[in-house]
């Protein structure tokens, strides 16, 4: 007996692969050549481990060139967290003689909201969140004016990851570098998809958002005075350091997303804009934030009115369409994003959009098409309709 | 939705909602609930725990027209008031 595929089985598609996107063929056969090639331990002396550290210092040496550093810049880490925390971590100690302020901007990522409140609450120091305009951007002179004489470092992402908007490091970092104080720029959700510039003393990114599995980078440029808060180790700025493997497959993903970054980008721009409008103009009572220009090429963001953001995932899950959401309802804390309440803009009802480079048209189009019909019928459901 | 939630207004006061407990988008269906009850230019103030309703509140005040007259922020609740469009 044959199986047989009902021909109403709906096709699946992931539309919200932030930080988790499916891995590149190319990242793949590294990753499987190099669990070949870089098992051993690179810190050991024989053929085979040397081998296994020369892997690893091509992986550093290609995603240094990939953002203008030096390879010795680069360090590795488990997760994009990790990196995110040590980065704040070892630079405020680094400059604990000038204080322990940290100016943040009010939708970066919850690791560095975290690690910022961690290290000024252990200084006496003090937290400065910048607030945001109702498109998700900080105002670059309500940013530097932050900035003083006890600040010990500051954060900026170069985009955010939940709404597309880019942020103006470029000017920040000018502003911020006349006062000595490091500029950490998350770029978590834009490298690999736009070109990142040379505006930052520290870079983070997330080898997962490019097509790797997941793996933490941190760039600091030599002359950050940054100093370890944790117990020596031979990796001094990543104690343990990363499997090699995985550091190759992150450096080939990387670059292979630098070759396809103008197809990629032409390719989800478009998409996204249709998102922005089809929703816009088809589904009754909605907003689409984010920038809709001055944006990262494949992120996009909606909340609808009235509507239970769990119930409208979980509507869309089963007609074969993967989305995320930054409702309350969707997430196991009870705190909507922190990113749309300091956005000020609607956080029930939420649909958080990222699409993969080969993201398929008529997946996004199907979104498009299915979505009245859904949001309507979860309206009805919560006893709204007409409201 | 039953009307449960809120009261008849007093002679000059606002109509009060009373949407503590209730989780998103509930406070919200509960104002716009009350909100089509009462005639433009009413006062709907909003009592909620839920903390979403900070943001929510005046964000749907905003999509439909009404005027953000006050938010205040209590320790564990929040109460929003809101004058209705014409």
């Not at chain 1, 953001?309 to 089963?318: F, I, M, P, S």
């Amino acid at each position: 007996m044959r199986d047989v595929e009902p021909s109403d089985a709906p096709t699946r598609a992931v539309l919200d692969v932030a930080g988790h996107a499916p891995l590149r063929p190319r990242a793949r056969a590294a990753l499987l050549e190099a669990l070949d090639q870089g098992w051993a331990d690179p810190r050991r002396l024989y053929a085979e481990a040397r081998q296994a550290r020369l892997l690893l210092d091509g992986a550093r040496e290609a995603i240094a060139a990939a953002v203008g550093a030096r390879t010795e810049e680069v360090d590795l880490f488990g997760t994009h967290t990790a990196a995110l925390h040590a980065a704040v971590r070892a630079v405020a100690r680094g400059r604990r003689r000038h204080g322990a302020d940290v100016v943040v901007g009010a939708v970066e990522r919850a690791a560095v909201h975290a690690a910022a409140a961690f290290v000024a609450g252990r200084g006496d120091g003090a937290v400065r969140t910048v607030p945001v305009d109702g498109s998700g951007r900080v105002d670059p002179d309500a940013f530097v004016a932050r900035v003083g004489t006890g600040t010990a470092l500051a954060a900026l992402q170069h985009a955010n990851g939940e709404v597309g908007t880019l942020q103006p490091v470029g000017v920040v970092h000018e502003a911020v570098r006349r006062h000595g104080v490091p500029l950490l720029v998350d770029a978590g959700a834009s490298l690999g998809h736009v070109e990142v510039g040379p505006a930052w003393d520290l870079l983070a990114a997330d080898a997962g958002d490019w097509g790797a599995p997941p793996l933490g980078v941190l760039v600091t440029r030599a002359g950050v005075r940054r100093s370890p808060d944790w117990p020596e180790d031979e990796d001094r700025w990543s104690p343990g350091g990363v499997a090699v493997p995985l550091a190759l497959a992150a450096a080939v993903a990387l670059q292979d997303a630098a070759a396809d970054r103008v197809r990629a980008d032409r390719h989800r721009r478009a998409l996204v804009d249709v998102v922005r409008a089809r929703v816009a103009a088809e589904v009754p009572d909605v907003a689409v934030v984010g920038d809709p220009d001055d944006r990262l090429p494949h992120v996009v963001t909606f909340s609808c009115l009235y509507v239970d953001g769990e119930a409208l995932v979980t509507r869309l899950d089963r007609l074969g369409l993967g989305v995320g959401s930054g409702s309350a309802c969707t997430s196991s804390a009870l705190e909507p994003s922190h990113v749309l309440a300091a956005m000020g803009v609607l956080t029930h009802g939420n649909v958080r959009v990222s699409l993969p480079v080969d993201v398929r048209a008529e997946d996004v189009h199907r979104l498009c098409d299915v979505l009245p019909a859904v949001v309507a019928q979860v309206r009805t459901d919560a006893g709204a309709a007409g409201l | 939705m039953s009307g449960s939630g809120s009261t008849g207004p007093e002679p000059g006061g606002p109509t009060e909602v009373d949407a503590r407990r209730l989780r998103c988008p509930a406070p919200v269906l509960r104002a716009a609930a009350a909100s089509r009850t009462l005639p433009p230019g009413s006062l709907l103030r909003v009592r909620a725990t839920d903390p979403a309703a900070a943001v929510d509140l005046p964000a749907w005040a905003r999509m439909r027209g009404h005027a953000l007259v006050s938010v205040e922020r209590g320790e564990d609740d929040v109460v929003v008031l809101v004058r209705l469009a014409g």
